[in-house]
């Protein structure tokens, strides 16, 4: 094994063919090779002879990379292949994966921060989101806001939903500073 | 989720068609199109329905219309914050409803009914937990149905004041010293009158010079002697404060731990350990300094400024309303900056405790850090934290110092003011000077109060909620329990029947389904399986960790429901995974089932472990001193003292989970002799994944996600070619994979 893998020269000739083994890297697919179709409510894909009738797929890097690493997976939640880029995909085609992504990905972005009023050891936070307008409750807040990258915030109220507030920068002024008060 | 939870249900809806029995209204909280806004899924006898919530008296628009008959495959899908509820019709995926975290639970539960009404089976849909407080909408804490804002205060209060009745005496002497200390306060300054009035700067010299001489004596050991006094009740308060604090936090952090010892694993399963933690620390701690503090500073707070009110009055009305004039901005003032101070203090001990948080995780993790060179990594970490710690501190302190200066000069405003009319009304009018001093004297006792009775507020909810939060748990029942005339067995033959036992960790998501089998006393059985067919689960249910959501288990014939739990206990012995040992000596952790053990009996259980050998090449032997969780022993080592553990506890059923999981080969060797002995002649329980421990059972029971797939001898399943074969094969392409590797 490990002479194979220090010798340049040792490189198999002829590379296994990849269906009789999933390869450790995954499998790349190319977007000019797969295609898509909703059909009897499910999402299903087709490349060359392979045809999968229930497919969904899901973000690798959800937080920063949300329109790259898109991972397709079968039923059964085994992974059928990767996309490096959604952007490489043909408009309806991709149209067809942000669907399913947005169904995937419930989690409402905040955009606008209203108020925020305490109520005993619960502040209960009223909001915009990209999905409407929203109140909702959390418990010590300190412990449920998390960082995952700077200026990338993650709220989880009392009932283990998620919000996004993807960067604080970007928030208006008045709810930067309501932000302020409690972060 | 958003919005208040109060609007009607439409389980008696018109317009729905033909009237026919509902069995479940479930509301959803997510538009099909992902928006926040309300559904209703109603089944019924025969159809389904989904439809608009609109919050209003009248039924919503219908969405979907389904009949029964033709829908099957009802599935809740798992999404990222949420899920969604869908069936199939005629090989058509259709997506019924979709729901946040919030409503996730309960949509599996109607999901699961679903798939039973379809089949033509009787499902029952148990009303929903509620999640929130029925009367103001903010959501329970995990596990509780006590919502803090409704449950009356007053309640509260008086059970925490029932900590102070086996104390109320020197509770009772502590409140009159409070008392009298405080007014006590009152005197010096009213004797500041007489001072300057008749001593000092008489006015028109009434009094001859000696007189006055006597009089500044007399004055100044009064003055003394209320000072002493003071001192003396001072300090005898603060000593009985501190006497009655500690008795009274010890008295709570004991019933609470107590407590806490006897809640089912099913407690600790909802919650983080840290905020269990957190609660026996902090919050006793919080109400020690409440209900020691709280009612004296109420008490003499209220008293001075009552009595300095009256005082400052009686001495001159009209200056008096120059005093009072700023009061409501210093209590509007002091509410604001305590607001404002409290974020700022939260931002800093939440950094404080990351810091600290980074600092024991990569110190534990200082062997990786240094294998991977990743040192100057941390430094630059920590510097950053530390610095933020840096900044946020300097920023409290800023917010601290600004603020209270600000109080500080509407005080001094308010004296200023006293000072000119004050000092007008002395050149001018009937004022004397000593009243202007001793005046002067209460204005400056008199703000002070006043600042602290607007904190009060919310020091006193704050600490009422840490109270909720320790009576939270001292209320929570333990779901385990011994029944009211529980069954003695002293001894117990080992004799184990499962019926029919379905359980679930969540009652929606059953984790055993329908397991029946039989043990007889003596018995080896093998439990195999893959990882979360529910080994540890089966075991469980038979230490009676959890109760069984359906169905009985039975050792000697008789319901373990009805089995005294100590009983119980005292006959089964575990040996665990992962072997928990104490802080203490060898000797110790080996007799920790039997405490009164003797030297002989341990040494006998140490040799049946094959684990007298590696303690005697200890310094101090039986007693060698073992750090927390056996630090200082090799895995091998740990794992013999939990045998040996289990020898001393001699249980009649003995359960092995994994107990060679940890070790190489040769050891495991030693461990597998030991294991041998302890076997004989109790029922035993073992689970293993590697198959070959498990050569000795008599039997194998095998499971798969949850259902026994097949029980039988190694023999008998090996032939029958089955889930068990199959594992063997699994098994054996490991090995051999390994062994070429090698």
């Given amino acids: 094994m490990i002479d194979d893998s220090l010798g340049p020269s040792a490189e198999p000739a002829e590379a296994a063919p990849e269906e009789s083994r999933p390869a450790p890297e995954g499998r790349t697919l190319d977007p000019a090779e797969v295609l898509f179709r909703r059909e009897t409510g499910r999402l299903q894909m087709r490349e060359g002879d392979g045809e999968w009738r229930d497919v969904s797929a899901l973000r690798l890097f959800p937080l920063s990379e949300p329109e790259r690493w898109i991972s397709v997976v079968d039923e059964k939640q085994v992974e059928i292949g990767v996309f490096s880029d959604l952007r490489a995909l043909e408009p309806e085609q991709r149209d067809l994966i942000e669907e399913e992504l947005r169904r995937r990905y419930l989690a409402p972005a905040i955009l606008e921060i209203i108020s925020i009023r305490h109520r005993y050891d619960v502040t209960e936070w009223t909001v915009e989101t990209d999905r409407g307008p929203a109140v909702f409750m959390m418990r010590s807040v300190q412990e449920k806001v998390k960082e995952p990258r700077p200026r990338h915030l993650i709220l989880e109220d009392a009932e283990g939903n998620r919000y996004d507030i993807p960067d604080i920068e970007a928030l208006d002024p008045v709810s930067r500073r309501w932000l302020d008060q409690e972060v | ?742």
């Fill in chain 2, 1 to 742: 989720m958003s919005g208040n939870a109060g609007s009607t249900s439409p389980c008696t809806p018109e317009g729905l068609g033909p009237s026919e029995p509902l069995r479940v209204c479930a509301q959803s909280d997510l538009l099909p199109d992902g928006r926040f806004g309300r559904e209703w899924l109603i089944i019924g006898e025969t159809k389904l329905w989904v439809m608009a919530d609109d919050g209003g008296a009248e039924p919503g628009k219908l969405r979907i219309e389904l009949p029964l008959a033709e829908l099957s495959e009802p599935t809740a899908h798992a999404l990222v914050n949420g899920g969604a509820l869908e069936v199939s019709r005629n090989g058509q995926r259709i997506e019924l409803v979709r729901y946040t975290n919030a409503r996730a639970a309960r949509f599996g539960t109607v999901a699961g009914a679903l798939e039973k009404w379809l089949q033509g089976e009787e499902a029952e849909v148990p009303e929903e937990d509620e999640k929130r407080c029925p009367r103001c909408g903010l959501p329970l804490a995990e596990g509780t149905k006590v919502c803090p804002a409704c449950l009356p205060r007053t309640q509260t209060l008086r059970r925490l004041a029932r900590y102070l009745v086996p104390v109320w005496r020197p509770a009772v002497g502590l409140s009159v010293m409070a008392l009298a200390h405080t007014a006590l306060g009152l005197i010096p300054p009213y004797l500041q009158k007489p001072l300057m009035d008749g001593v000092l700067a008489p006015q028109e010299g009434v009094r001859p010079f000696d007189e006055r001489l006597r009089l500044l004596g007399l004055l100044v050991i009064a003055l003394l002697a209320a000072h002493l006094l003071m001192a003396a009740l001072s300090a005898a308060r603060n000593w009985l404060s501190a006497w009655l604090g500690n008795r009274i936090s010890h008295d709570i952090r004991v019933e609470l731990y107590r407590h806490l010892q006897f809640l089912s694993l099913g407690f600790y399963d909802k919650r983080q350990m840290g905020s269990v933690i957190s609660r026996v620390n902090q919050d006793t701690g919080r109400l020690q300094e409440f209900l020691v503090w709280g009612s004296q500073d109420l008490a003499t707070n209220l008293l001075l400024i009552v009595g300095i009110t009256i005082v400052l009055l009686v001495m001159n009305a009209k200056l008096a309303l120059f005093v009072f004039l700023p009061a409501p901005i210093v209590v509007l003032l002091s509410s604001t900056v305590w607001r404002r101070i409290r974020s700022h203090m939260h931002r800093f001990f939440h950094r404080w405790s990351r810091l600290n948080a980074v600092l024991n995780e990569t110190l534990s993790g200082l062997r990786v850090t240094k294998a991977f060179g990743q040192e100057p990594r941390h430094i630059d970490d920590f510097s950053a934290r530390s610095m933020d710690l840096a900044i946020s501190g300097t920023g409290v302190e800023r917010v601290w110092s600004i603020l209270f200066s600000g109080i500080s000069l509407v005080m001094m405003a308010g004296t200023l003011l006293v000072w000119y009319v004050g000092g007008r009304e002395v050149l001018f009018g009937p004022m004397t000077l000593g009243t202007l001093v001793a005046f002067l004297t209460y204005v400056g006792m008199f703000y002070e109060p006043l600042r602290f009775m607007s904190m009060l507020l919310n020091w006193a909810s704050r600490s009422l909620a840490a109270a909720e939060r320790v009576f939270e748990v001292l209320d929570t029942v333990p779901d385990v329990k011994d029944v009211p005339e529980p069954v003695a067995m002293p001894r117990m033959e080992g004799r184990v029947e499962f019926r029919n036992v379905t359980f679930g960790y969540e009652p929606h998501r059953p984790v055993l389904k329908n397991i029946s089998f039989e043990a007889q006393p003596g018995e080896m059985i093998g439990l195999v399986g893959q990882s979360g067919a529910g080994k540890t689960t089966t075991i469980n249910l038979l230490c009676r960790f959890y109760d069984a959501t359906e169905g009985e288990i039975l050792i000697d014939g008789v319901p373990i429901r009805q089995i005294r739990l100590e009983d119980l206990r005292r006959q089964i012995g575990i040996v665990p995974q992962d072997t928990f040992l104490f802080s203490g000596t060898i000797a110790e952790n080996i007799a920790y089932a039997k405490p009164g053990a003797t030297n002989e009996e341990i040494i006998h259980a140490a040799r049946i472990a094959n684990a007298h050998e590696f303690i005697i090449k200890k310094p101090d032997g039986y007693e060698t001193l073992l750090g927390e969780r056996g630090q200082g022993l090799s895995a091998g080592e740990q794992q013999r003292l939990a045998i040996a553990r289990a020898v001393l506890h001699d249980p009649a059923i003995l359960i092995l989970d994994e107990a060679t999981s940890q070790v190489d080969v040769e050891t495991e060797k030693g461990i597998q002799e030991a294991i041998e002995r302890l076997v004989q002649s109790r029922t035993t329980f073992a689970i293993a994944h590697r198959l070959a421990t498990l050569k000795n059972a008599h039997r194998l029971l095998v499971l798969k996600e949850g259902e026994i797939a097949e029980m039988g001898t190694h023999d008998e399943l090996l032939a029958a070619e089955g889930e068990f074969h199959r594992l063997v094969q699994t098994y054996q392409d490991i090995s051999a994979v390994s062994v070429v590797q090698r």
